[in-house]
């Protein structure tokens, strides 16, 4: 209900033996939690990320030639999208068609997601009480996943507003969320459901 936390974690893969990753992956937090006494708690996180490879891996066949995450390994790369990182999209889903999402052939509107290089994210939440151990809860959350972290920018981030409820117990809350997408693409819900357990962030 109160205080901050750090986090900052640096991973470099190289190839040795019969390994073949070869990248540098930096990874981000700050969280923020302001106590406002009986009114509730505002809690806030900003996470950002990075990987670089240094060498052409191509065994991906559903990333096109030239997108950089086609030579990072998929369980490498970022993705955001549901009750602990996004919560107006479903998890995984959020992304950049052509990038970092696509389409399946047997259902142009459907999107896949593949993951990315890049990955901003933010999200602002205002938790109030409302009886026991319920809590209710507003919340704002931004951000994107990039096939290159260089292309991070404000112009391609995904905003959703939303409201939920907490249970809190002795061992973490149970959370109930539901999100909108503010600026919703063709063919996207507009918006998502989560049901999770323990703290976003």
């Known amino acids: 209900t109160r205080g901050w936390s750090s986090l900052a974690q640096l991973q470099y893969a190289f190839p040795i033996f019969s390994a073949k990753g070869d990248f540098l992956k930096l990874f981000l937090q700050q969280t923020q939690y302001v ?4 009114p509730g708690v505002v809690a806030a996180s900003l996470r950002a990320g ?13 990333i096109p030639p030239g997108l950089p995450n086609r030579d990072i390994f998929i369980d490498e790369r970022f993705f955001a999208g549901g009750g602990t990182t996004h919560r107006a999209y479903g998890r995984d889903d959020l ?10 052939p047997s259902a142009p509107d459907d999107f896949r997601p593949v993951g990315g290089n890049g990955m901003l ?4 939440e205002y938790r109030f009480p409302v ?10 959350d931004t ?14 981030l995904k905003s959703g507003a939303g409201v939920g409820a907490r ?35």
């Open 35 to 38: 106590n406002l006494g009986r």
């Open 121 to 124: 994210l933010l999200n602002l």
């Open 167 to 201: 249970h809190v117990s002795p061992i973490g809350p149970f959370r109930l969320d539901i999100g909108w997408k503010l600026d919703p693409e063709n063919g996207e819900p507009h918006h998502a459901v989560s049901l999770t357990f323990g703290n976003p962030f």
């Open 131 to 140: 009886f026991g151990p319920v809590q209710g809860v507003v919340f704002y």
């Open 95 to 104: 992304g950049i068609r052509g990038e970092t999402l696509f389409a399946r």
């Open 143 to 156: 951000g994107n996943v990039w096939a290159d972290w260089r292309s991070l920018g404000f112009k391609d």
């Open 50 to 62: 990075g990987i670089e490879p240094f060498r052409h891996l191509s065994d991906d066949p559903e």
